[in-house]
């Protein structure tokens, strides 16, 4: 933990946009010149708000009735967003994916699924190292287009701030994509030829897998027969989005305080912060803490009871239902005997928080070559683990939160296909981390859905 300036701990019960200067701030660009960094902060205060209060309020509402078992969450979507990917029909084959796999889990978990979107801002990610070296030339690392470019040179390494206002402008421009595919109705991303099935002849189990996307189908055609002349009408759900609340200059230029007096990211419903900025005593927790929208922390195998118990009353000091998510990221190896602890250590207080499981940051593996990659398998033990935890302590797994591409990508290992390191160089795209695939993240909803009730009572 990091220990407070002495600004810091007198201004522990005082909260504005800026007061996240006051305390330690990591992962943050050191850009060359803090002039231009002022001046385009300025100018992004004065562009229009992403979202509105009005429906990140309702997003916490569902968020408190996942809380309470009566919904389920998914969060999917890429690991970093690229400047260069953002078109309408990139957008639509990921809301297509987030679609289809949501129409599976509400079949077999027989409950209503919030659709959340890692879309529209996630241009920024947290590295592990400042500096990237390649044949003895040392560079700053990539750090997501809103900071610089992943082209290996020094000139495309430069933290710019003009990448800021493009950061906006493109959250903007997807946010519009996504507007155009709702007023056409989601449900024709539903339609039987946007399903991506070549994989399921190759799929073990593949009668079982079959018989429950017939049914999912099936449902889908009757209820199209019910909306009659009002195509889309039944599906017409709302999609939120959301992304890592990493660069702290960039969210605080939008965030607005509305007629009573609340603050609000209005650039995204959902911010979280991830495990190396999650510091009880940091600076993204003291921004976090003074927002009116629900917020989300990842939460990884080293976390104590204690540690979280102050990251808790950090963030949700009036313990309100749907303000709070923690996403625990462990790895299928951890995850049975450090998740319990936690959970318990949160019961035994009276926390109300919202559970969801990211089985992807815990299971990433770097091959000899140096290519990161996850295996499916790791990804849908973690899954059923964590059901299983969840069941066995009287809590609720409320959630998913997944790195996936509704593209053909190769980056992750198994699935029906079974990708193979030899296949990786096929169609491996993400400067980051590796996503699942639009068919192996429609295989891992559909065995969740034949399985969940299984974990359940394996507890």
């Not at 809380?67 to 078109?87: I, P, S, T």
């Not at 000139?155 to 710019?160: F, L, N, T």
């Not at 795209?429 to 559909?446: F, K």
Request: aromatic residues 6%; charged residues 20%.
């Amino acid at each position: 933990m990091y220990p407070p300036s002495a600004t810091a701990a007198n201004a522990l019960t005082h909260w504005a946009p800026d007061s996240w200067r006051s305390w330690p701030a990591l992962q943050q660009p050191a850009y060359q010149n803090p002039q231009a960094l002022a001046l385009v902060l300025d100018a992004l205060a004065l562009q229009p708000a992403l979202v509105t209060a009005e429906r990140t309020l309702h997003l916490k509402a569902m968020l408190a009735e996942a809380q309470q078992g009566k919904r389920f969450v998914l969060q999917l979507g890429d690991c970093a967003e690229r400047f260069d990917h953002n078109d309408l029909p990139q957008t639509r084959r990921q809301i297509a994916l987030l679609q289809q796999m949501s129409q599976v889990l509400m079949h077999g978990l027989q409950l209503p699924v919030v659709q959340v979107a890692r879309l529209a801002g996630q241009y920024a990610k947290p590295r592990s190292s400042d500096m990237e070296t390649h044949d003895g030339v040392a560079l700053p690392v990539y750090r997501g287009d809103s900071v610089n470019s992943p082209a290996f040179t020094a000139e495309a390494r430069r933290a710019d701030p003009q990448r800021l206002l493009d950061a906006h402008a493109h959250s903007a421009l997807t946010l519009k994509h996504l507007h155009a595919l709702q007023m056409a109705g989601v449900d024709q991303l539903l339609h039987g030829e946007h399903w991506s099935l070549r994989w399921l002849d190759l799929a073990q189990g593949r009668d079982r897998l079959q018989a429950l996307l017939t049914e999912v189908q099936g449902t889908l055609r009757f209820m199209r027969t019910l909306a009659g002349s009002q195509p889309g009408a039944f599906l017409h759900r709302e999609v939120y989005i959301s992304h890592e609340a990493l660069l702290l200059g960039y969210e605080q230029a939008l965030t607005r305080q509305d007629e009573d007096g609340r603050w609000f990211n209005l650039a995204t419903h959902l911010p979280w912060i991830g495990l190396r900025t999650a510091q009880p005593e940091g600076a993204h927790v003291e921004y976090l803490r003074g927002l009116a929208n629900p917020v989300a922390v990842k939460v990884g195998a080293d976390a104590t009871p204690s540690q979280l118990n102050a990251l808790v009353e950090r963030l949700n000091p009036d313990n309100e239902p749907g303000r709070l998510t923690l996403i625990h990221r462990m790895g299928a190896h951890l995850l049975h005997e450090r998740l319990g602890p936690l959970i318990e250590a949160l019961q035994a207080q009276g926390a109300q928080v919202l559970w969801l499981c990211d089985p992807m940051h815990g299971n990433t593996r770097t091959l000899p070559c140096g290519t990161k990659t996850r295996l499916f398998n790791d990804i849908l033990g973690e899954i059923a683990d964590a059901f299983t935890v969840h069941a066995r302590h009287g809590s609720w797994l409320g959630g998913l939160h997944l790195e996936a591409s509704g593209d053909d990508v190769t980056e992750c290992l198994g699935g029906a296909a079974g990708l193979q390191p030899a296949d990786l160089g096929k169609h491996y795209l993400s400067q980051v981390d590796p996503r699942l695939n639009r068919d192996q993240a429609l295989e891992l909803a559909l065995r969740i859905s034949l399985d969940v009730d299984a974990w359940r009572h394996c507890a």
